[in-house]
């Protein structure tokens, strides 16, 4: 029989009043230096803002401003971050923070930097940026910022949409996907175009660094961010940010699905220096893209009885091969995937 809400209140109260076991005291001296080293000492975004549960974007923009430090501006770009961090007269940031136009928070990154420039001051700018505002409507200042040489890390939050404006699709929107301005119907399933290869369009400008990252591997963040941050120059990091309500999944999947798009291939890991692949992380046992489509509500119409949805998926599945391919992420021996600092595999130029 059911129990009444009475009941279960007194159940609970009663757990609560138990005496609990003391934890286990950590002993060993490398376990207790390592458990400290893992710990960042600076977070510059702080919790109690409006991010949607299990936002990838929140979790990204945490783990970057840790690894950076506390001597650094910030630029960002208007969008999901800028919302739900800064709704006046609050704020959720611990570093100095400026809200630029949706397509100019370079532009303002590098007026920062040339001031910082000008009074012999070493403090680090990072621009700040969802797809939208980067892969299209800020994509002309950035690539400006990049040529001039300016000593600024640019971050791209990825996650795939405008998700703040109602889930419109972008240029970072993977190839099939549904959104509210790519409905899938009669005439298409989904979005007709492939994702822009943004990382490639970066490398072109042969900046000192750039990389991509997934919230799924937060040591791997963290190592980059401190690479970008120690160059003197221009560099720039993609991380794969998922969104439960713009991908339409359960908000406690989220580093599930940011992993598995880094094991099927559709979103790689790797850095450049000047154009040049200089690391990678591989993938021992790569995963079917099926398996990362098919918990998203943004691709369920590729799982329906239509001989149109089965090309869809066999093309994103080609897409996947291609890029381990183009790569080389097949790796071998005990898979980086499953470590946790996600070692990637240095290479001395570019992959064939």
Same mark, same amino acid.
């Given at each position: ?5 009475s009941?279960l ?11 609990k076991e ?8 490398s376990?207790?230096a ?8 600076f977070r ?6 409006r991010?949607?549960q299990?936002c ?5 923009a945490r ?11 910030l630029?960002?770009?208007?969008g999901c971050l ?5 709704p006046?007269?609050?704020?959720a940031?611990r570093?100095p923070w400026?809200h630029?136009?949706?397509?100019n928070?370079a532009a303002?990154a ?5 001031a ?13 940026g ?9 994509f ?6 990049l ?10 939050y ?6 703040n ?5 972008? $240029?970072?929107? &993977?190839?099939?996907?549904m ?6 119907? =009669?005439?298409?399933?989904?979005? *007709? #175009? +492939?994702?822009?290869?943004?990382l490639?369009?970066?490398a072109a400008?042969?900046?000192p660094y750039?990389?991509?990252?997934s ?13 970008a ?6 560099t ?13 999944f359960?908000?406690?999947?989220t580093?599930e699905?940011?992993r598995l798009?880094?094991?099927?291939g ?8 000047r154009g040049?692949?200089? $690391?990678?992380? &591989?993938i021992r046992k790569p ?6 489509l =098919?918990?998203?509500?943004?691709? *369920? #119409? +590729?799982?329906?009885?239509?001989p ?7 093309h994103?599945q080609?897409l996947?091969d ?13 898979d980086?995937?499953?470590a946790?600092?996600a070692?990637?595999v240095?290479?001395g130029g570019?992959?064939?």
């Amino acid at each position: 029989m059911a129990k009444s809400s009475s009941q279960l209140k007194d159940e609970i109260l009663k757990r609560r009043s138990q005496p609990k076991e003391p934890a286990a005291p950590v002993t060993d001296e490398s376990d207790l230096a390592r458990l400290r080293k893992s710990q960042p000492r600076f977070r510059g975004l702080e919790a109690g803002h409006r991010a949607c549960q299990g936002c990838g974007e929140a979790l990204a923009a945490r783990l970057v401003t840790e690894a950076a430090g506390p001597d650094v501006i910030l630029t960002n770009a208007t969008g999901c971050l800028e919302v739900f961090t800064t709704p006046w007269p609050q704020s959720a940031w611990r570093l100095p923070w400026i809200h630029s136009l949706f397509e100019n928070s370079a532009a303002i990154a590098s007026g920062v930097e040339a001031a910082l420039k000008a009074q012999g001051r070493a403090t680090k700018v990072i621009a700040m940026g969802g797809d939208g505002g980067t892969f299209d409507i800020g994509f002309q200042a950035l690539s400006g910022m990049l040529e001039r040489q300016h000593n600024v890390l640019y971050v791209c939050y990825d996650n795939e949409a405008y998700m703040n404006t109602g889930i419109q699709r972008s $240029g970072s929107t &993977p190839h099939a996907a549904m959104t509210t301005t790519s409905p899938p119907g =009669k005439e298409r399933m989904g979005k *007709r #175009h +492939l994702k822009k290869d943004l990382l490639s369009i970066i490398a072109a400008h042969h900046i000192p660094y750039a990389a991509s990252a997934s919230v799924a591997y937060p040591a791997d963040i963290r190592r980059k961010v401190r690479r970008a941050v120690s160059i003197t120059g221009p560099t720039f990091l993609l991380i794969h940010s998922p969104c439960p309500l713009g991908w339409g999944f359960d908000s406690e999947r989220t580093i599930e699905l940011a992993r598995l798009a880094v094991q099927t291939g559709l979103f790689p890991l790797v850095e450049l220096e000047r154009g040049e692949i200089t $690391g990678v992380m &591989p993938i021992r046992k790569p995963r079917p893209v099926a398996d990362y489509l =098919k918990i998203q509500n943004r691709f *369920r #119409h +590729l799982f329906v009885e239509d001989p149109r949805a089965l090309k869809e998926r066999e093309h994103l599945q080609a897409l996947a091969d291609h890029n381990i391919d183009q790569y080389g992420l097949a790796g071998e021996g005990a898979d980086p995937l499953d470590a946790d600092g996600a070692d990637t595999v240095r290479r001395g130029g570019l992959v064939d």
